[in-house]
Every structure is written in structure tokens, then in C-alpha cells.
């Protein structure tokens, strides 16, 4: 079956980094395109990032664009996404996601983002 498994989750002071991981398996991951989605605590998703089948191209969100990058590697089934510059309304539950025909299909369970001093 499909899983998606989120990780890389943590606390972080404003200016710090995080690389999420996002372990894809149950399908052929490199026939899809996928997503990072977040959430804020007590706000509905919100769509950060989308990277296309073969990696070739990426997609932001304008509050992300200059700060975190999407990538994956085909040969580990996994999709990542690196922050930087990391600021206190980055704090979300982070989701990976699946694309299938343009929507989310299948979605991890989420790793935490807390940035705070």
C-alpha cells in the first residue's frame, strides 16, 4: 500500500535550517509528481511546494521562494525539502503528498516545524 513517512521535524530558532524527508513507498515514486503542504496550528493547509516526476522542475510559494528548495532522489524514494533562513510563522505540522491528475491522493502523517526563541 501507499506510504509516505515524514521526518526531520524539530525546534529551531528564527534563522535556522531544516532539511524534512519525505520516504515514499507502496508505488512507483518516480511517476509522480509531489508535494510539501503545511499547517499552521489552528489554520487550514497551505500549499508550499511541488516538484515534477523527474526533478526537473520545482514550484513555490511565494513565501518560500529564495528559502527552501524541493528535491528527491529516485534511487532512495525520497522527496526533501530544505529550509532556510527559517522564521516563527514557518511553524507547521509539514505534510508530504502525492500528485495524482493534478490532486493529492495519498498524504503522510506529518512532521513538526517549530521556530521560536
Known amino acids: 500500500q501507499v506510504q509516505l513517512v515524514e521526518s526531520g521535524g524539530g525546534s529551531v530558532q528564527p534563522g535556522g535550517s531544516l532539511r524534512l524527508s519525505c520516504a515514499a513507498s507502496?508505488?512507483?515514486?518516480?511517476?509522480?509528481?509531489m508535494y510539501w503542504v503545511r499547517q499552521a496550528p489552528g489554520k487550514g493547509l497551505e500549499w508550499v511546494s511541488t516538484?515534477?516526476?523527474?526533478?526537473?522542475?520545482?514550484y513555490y510559494a511565494d513565501f518560500g521562494k529564495g528559502r527552501f528548495t524541493i528535491s528527491r532522489d529516485p534511487a532512495k524514494n525520497t522527496l526533501y525539502l530544505q529550509m532556510n533562513n527559517l522564521r516563527p510563522d514557518d511553524t507547521a505540522l509539514y505534510y508530504c503528498?502525492?500528485?495524482?491528475?493534478?490532486?493529492?491522493?495519498?498524504w503522510g502523517k506529518g512532521t513538526l516545524v517549530t521556530v521560536s526563541s
Open positions: 507502496g508505488f512507483t515514486f518516480n511517476n509522480h509528481w
Open positions: 503528498a502525492r500528485d495524482y491528475s493534478g490532486g493529492a491522493d495519498y
Open positions: 516538484i515534477n516526476s523527474g526533478g526537473q522542475n520545482t
